[in-house]
């Protein structure tokens, strides 16, 4: 089985930063793209980041120049850097991985994990 574990979520000020972090953990031989998503209250699933093993990234226009997605591939972890944050970047904020499990699957699976939520209010 393989987990993803978010954490870093929380209550922030307009302006201010949060860093979130993921690890995946369990049954992994190769991790591809890794990325952070979020879904507000009433709306649809969005994109907001997304980096690959060699450091490539993409971003959700809304939070180009704001944010940053990383990762440590030794560690098999994802992070995202939050900052200038707005009202509108409240959501819950899920990572998402796609993970080869074992080396005769030829396959890359994809997994989620449980969501951290972003608030951010004065």
């Known amino acids: 089985q393989v987990q993803l574990a978010e954490s870093g979520g929380g209550l922030v000020q307009p302006g201010g930063s949060l860093r979130l972090s993921c690890a995946a953990s369990?049954?992994?031989?190769?991790?591809?793209?890794m990325g952070w998503y979020r879904q507000a209250p009433g709306k649809e699933r969005e994109l907001v980041a997304i980096?690959?093993?060699?450091?490539?990234?993409n971003y959700a226009d809304s939070v180009k120049g704001r944010f940053a997605i990383s990762r440590d591939n030794a560690k098999n972890m994802v992070f995202l850097q939050m900052n200038s944050l707005k009202a509108e970047d409240t959501a819950l904020y899920y990572c998402?991985?796609?993970?080869?499990?074992?080396?005769?699957?030829?396959?890359?699976?994809?997994?989620w994990g449980q969501g951290t939520q972003v608030t951010v209010s004065s």
């Open positions: 998402n991985a796609d993970i080869r499990i074992a080396w005769y699957e030829s396959n890359y699976r994809n997994f």
């Open positions: 369990g049954s992994i031989f190769n991790i591809n793209a």
């Open positions: 980096v690959t093993p060699d450091g490539s990234t």
